[in-house]
Structure formats: structure tokens, C-alpha cells
């Protein structure tokens, strides 16, 4: 019975208490605010403003304990309330600006980047352009130097030519002096007198026929590596046929040997005899006889040479009736020529 | 107007003297407080707008409750009018720099995408 009494009494006094103590909405919405707060970004950005708050808020609850429910303790709540709010709303001030103060430094950074980027991509345009220039300027110099080169190439050439063609012309015409010098259709003969070669019936070289036959070998070289020479042995007349051709074969191959004893290749010269068969001129008359004695060397360019050897053989066999084996001294000349 | 405030001064005086008065410098901070927060254009903001509201009322009520003599009260509510402009007024100013961050984020992020 006691024990109940007093259980009652106390549970009485607790809820005078908890009456008398408990905060009014004003302080609740206070600490709230403060709470929040302190989360927010005024714990970083605007501490002195949060210690505002908070001890706005210590007044206010001083003011609750002192006089709970009062006016002041409201008005205090009230004030402490907005000061909470406002150290929120500071921090969230404060980061504000130092969020556009760090991305307006990015915004310089960033334009400064793209300054450089693109002076570096100027730089280096100008650099490809002054190497591509520099490339142009060298192209055109070489083919400057080239079109020089050639042209004094083609000058030096054409002047070796000249030189070449003079040379042999004045060949030519030395030789003339020597010996009768024709244009055929067979190629350039060269005509010398059996009487100026060779003692009469004989196919030894006359020492004075040697001094022709120099000039003969230097015609020959200036004119050049690609000719062949045919040389002719003929007679007049008189005599046996068998022994005429005999006569003009060996005196063919007594020039043809002396020639390649001057450094005429001897590959590129052919000995034939005629015999009496080709007479330039009557054999009547001893000025025609002697000029039918002669040894005729014809000089043919080598495809020339190479075509018309055997058609000039066939014809000059075909022409010498009278003379059956003309054919077969002609092509059997290449074999005495190595002989001795 | 210096009559009514030279009044005032001088019963604030008096009352200062028994412990509780309201300094008419807490009425001038309050009223430059208001002033401030409404040259910002807190009135544009609807949240800045409603504590100014309340800045503005409550001002008036604690100059009504000095009138009637009762100076601890209006020293609390005009202590209120002031903790709403100060908020009014930092609400504005908080808005302003969150939209300037927000542009300024926005003129980097655009450089950026205009490069790639």
C-alpha cells in the first residue's frame, strides 16, 4: 500500500517534469536546423558562423532551462533557428564561390592549353611549310643542275661527233689523195691501182703501196668500229682464168693481211677474188687493162654487211658465168683469209 | 522624426537603467539589414522573399511593442527581424553564387567539348 503511494507520487513528479521541462517546437526546429548544419558545408566553409549558431542555440536552451515555455526561450529558438540555417546557407555561399573562383582558373588554364596547343600547331605548320619549301628550292636546283648537266652533256656529245665525223671526213679526203674514193649502192669503195700495190704478177705488197694502204687503215678506224670491209682482188684480161683468179685472191689477202697487221680486226674484214670477171673499164686498151687491175675495198655498215654479203656474192656468181667457181672462191674466202 | 527617436533614446535610457531596454542602434542595423537584402533582389527569391516578409513584420511589431512599453519583447522580436534579414539576405546572396559556379562550371565544360 505504501510502496504503491509511492510509486504513484513518483510517476506524478516525472510528469510534472517531463510538463514542465519539455522543449517547445521553436527549440526542437532550432536544434534541427543546428544538427543540420554541422553536416552541411558551413562546418568547411564558415566555421565562425556555425559557433554563431551554436551559441545562439546555447542561449536558447539556457533560456529553456531557466523559464521552459517562455517567450524568451521561443523567441531564442526562433532566432537560434535562423542562425543555423544561415551558417548552411554561408557555407553553401562560400563554396559557391570557391567553386567558380577554381573553375574560372580552370577556364584560363584551360584557354592557356589551347593557346599553346594551337601557337605549337602554327610552329609547326610553318616548319612543315619551310621544309616543303626548302625540298621545292632543292628539287628545282637538281633539276636545274640536271638540265645543265645534260645540256652539256648533249653539247659534249654532239662536239664528240663533230670531232668524230670531222676526223673522218679528213681521213676521207687524205685518202682520196691516194686512191679513188666512190659512194655505191654496196657502200664506200675504195679503189687503188694493182700497178701502185703489187710488181706484175706477183701479189707481194710494193713498199710505197704500204704508205696507201696506212691511209686506208686510218679511214678505217675513224670510221668506226661497226664497219665491215669487203676487199676485191681484180684482174684484166689477159691470161688464164684459173690463174687471174688465183692472182686477184692473193692480193686481196695480201691487203687484208698488211690491214690486220696495222690493228684492223681481222673478223670484220673478208678477202675475195674476182679474177678478170668485174672490168671497170675495156681490156682493149692498156689504160682500160690497168684500170681493171685494182683491188677494191668496200666498206658496208655492219647490218648492211650482214644482208648484203651473201645476195652480193650470189649475184657476182650468177653474173660471172664464164666464171663457175666465183661463187665458191667468194665463200671459201673466209678460210684463206687466216692463211699464210 | 528626431522627436520620436530622441523619445525613444531617452526612454531607452531610462530603461536601461532597470536592466531591460532596445537601443534604437538594434532598430537602425535591422532596418540597413532590410535594405541590404532587398537591393540584392531577395524579393526575386521566394525563400529570400518569405524572410524578408517576416523581417519586415516582425520590425514592425517590435516598434509596436516599444510604443506600447513593452521593451523585452521587443527587443526578442526585433532580435527575430534581424536574424530573418541576415538569412534573406545570405539566401539571395547564396543563390547568386551558385548560378555564377554553375555558369562559370559550364563555360569550362563547353571549352572542353569545343577542343575534343
Excluded at chain 1, 570557391?98 to 600547331?121: G, M, P, S, V
Excluded at chain 1, 640536271?146 to 676526223?167: C, D, V, W
Excluded at chain 1, 668506226?224 to 692473193?250: F, P, Q, V, Y
Excluded at chain 2, 511589431?61 to 534581424?82: H, I, K, N, T, Y
Aim: hydrophobic share 40%.
Amino acid at each position: 500500500m505504501k510502496k504503491s503511494y509511492l510509486l504513484c507520487s513518483a510517476l506524478g513528479v516525472l510528469a510534472l517534469a517531463c510538463g514542465a521541462s519539455g522543449p517547445t517546437p521553436e527549440l526542437m526546429d532550432a536544434r534541427r536546423a543546428y544538427d543540420q548544419a554541422r553536416q552541411s558545408n558551413a562546418a568547411t566553409y564558415s566555421p565562425d558562423k556555425l559557433l554563431t549558431a551554436k551559441q545562439a542555440l546555447e542561449r536558447a536552451e539556457a533560456a529553456h532551462q531557466d523559464d521552459a515555455g517562455s517567450f524568451n526561450e521561443k523567441s531564442l529558438a526562433y532566432v537560434a533557428q535562423r542562425k543555423a540555417e544561415l551558417a548552411t546557407v554561408y557555407g553553401d555561399y562560400e563554396k559557391a564561390r570557391r567553386d567558380q573562383t577554381e573553375a574560372e582558373q580552370a577556364y584560363r588554364d584551360r584557354q592557356d592549353q589551347l593557346r599553346r596547343n594551337a601557337e605549337q600547331k602554327a610552329t609547326e605548320a610553318q616548319r612543315s611549310l619551310a621544309i616543303t619549301w626548302d625540298n621545292l628550292s632543292q628539287a628545282k636546283q637538281q633539276l636545274a643542275n640536271q638540265m645543265q648537266k645534260s645540256e652539256a652533256q648533249l653539247a659534249e656529245e654532239r662536239a664528240a661527233r663533230e670531232k668524230a665525223e670531222r676526223a673522218a671526213a679528213d681521213a676521207m679526203a687524205s685518202l682520196a689523195k691516194v686512191a679513188m674514193v666512190k659512194e655505191e649502192s654496196r657502200g664506200t669503195v675504195i679503189t687503188l691501182s694493182g700497178q701502185v700495190l703489187f710488181v706484175t704478177g706477183k701479189s707481194e705488197l710494193l713498199p710505197i703501196a704500204r704508205d696507201k694502204l696506212n691511209e686506208v687503215v686510218r679511214a678505217l678506224k675513224e670510221m668506226g668500229d661497226d664497219k665491215l670491209a669487203l676487199i676485191e682482188g681484180h684482174t684484166d684480161s689477159r691470161g688464164a682464168d684459173d690463174a687471174n683468179m688465183r692472182l686477184s685472191l692473193d692480193r686481196a689477202n695480201a691487203v687484208k693481211d698488211y690491214l690486220v697487221s696495222q690493228g684492223v680486226s681481222a673478223n670484220k674484214l673478208r678477202a675475195v677474188g674476182r679474177g678478170e670477171a668485174s672490168p671497170v673499164a675495156s681490156n682493149d686498151t692498156p689504160e682500160g687493162r690497168a684500170n681493171n687491175r685494182r683491188v677494191e675495198i668496200i666498206i658496208q655498215n655492219t647490218d648492211q654487211a650482214a644482208a648484203g654479203m651473201g645476195g652480193q656474192g650470189a649475184a657476182q656468181g650468177q653474173g660471172s658465168s664464164s666464171n663457175p667457181g666465183g661463187t665458191n672462191m667468194g665463200t671459201g674466202s673466209g678460210a684463206p683469209g687466216g692463211r699464210q | 522624426m528626431l522627436r520620436f527617436f530622441s523619445t525613444i533614446a531617452m526612454g531607452a535610457l531610462v530603461v536601461a537603467c532597470g536592466g531591460s531596454s532596445l537601443p534604437p542602434p538594434q532598430v537602425a542595423d535591422t532596418q540597413s539589414s532590410i535594405s541590404a537584402a532587398a537591393a540584392v533582389g531577395a524579393e526575386q527569391h521566394p525563400q529570400a522573399a518569405l524572410h524578408l516578409k517576416m523581417a519586415r513584420d516582425q520590425l514592425r511589431q517590435a516598434q509596436a511593442l516599444m510604443s506600447d512599453g513593452d521593451s523585452d519583447e521587443a527587443r526578442l522580436v526585433l532580435e527575430r527581424a534581424e536574424a530573418d534579414a541576415q538569412l534573406a539576405l545570405m539566401i539571395t546572396r547564396e543563390a547568386v553564387a551558385s548560378n555564377n559556379a554553375r555558369k562559370a562550371q559550364q563555360d569550362v565544360q563547353n571549352l572542353g567539348t569545343r577542343t575534343q
